[in-house]
């Protein structure tokens, strides 16, 4: 099982959920890189180490990349732009709120490019990510799960 500083992580989306749940993983000295469609909502996790980057390509060539947000027309948006190059990372792990179809359509089109892929919605909201008490559902292989288990049980 990796440490929190072995493996380089990308974060899609900083609403109030996925802010909340990059700066705690910022805030433990993980290597995370993250990307929001507004520059300037991420700009804040840099005073806690994140880099932010530009462009969803930018995040491509990071080990785990999660994903958080609204919909799952913006997740297949996403996804998109960050499968559109060579790069790809290691694992998707997915914690918006998407219904199932979408959940086995991002299996698919995960599988499809040889990446791991964790379903893991969330159940909180932003002040229970500051308490340290949001529960996370992980579905996937369970050696996704073991490799991504010390970014998910720490950190909300």
């Not at 005073?47 to 799952?72: E, N, P």
């Not at 914690?95 to 979408?102: A, E, K, R, V």
């Not at 559902?137 to 369970?142: L, W």
């Amino acid at each position: 099982m990796p440490t929190l500083t072995e493996l380089k992580l990308g974060w899609i989306g900083t609403g109030r959920m996925g802010f909340e749940m990059a700066a705690r993983l910022a805030k433990g000295d993980c290597d995370i890189a993250v990307w929001n469609r507004t520059r300037a909502k991420a700009e804040p996790l840099g005073k806690y180490g994140a880099k932010i980057v530009d462009s969803l390509a930018d995040l491509a060539r990071r080990d785990i990349v999660f994903c958080m947000v609204s919909t799952w027309d913006d997740v297949k948006e996403v996804m998109a732009k960050l499968l559109a190059g060579q790069a790809k990372p290691r694992m998707v792990i997915e914690c918006s709120s998407i219904s199932l179809d979408g959940s086995a359509e991002l299996r698919a089109m995960l599988k499809q490019k040889g990446i791991e892929y964790l379903a893991a919605p969330v159940s909180g909201n932003a002040k229970v990510i500051k308490a340290g008490k949001l529960t996370i559902v992980a579905s996937g292989p369970k050696r996704a799960y073991e490799d991504a288990r010390p970014f998910l049980g720490w950190a909300w």
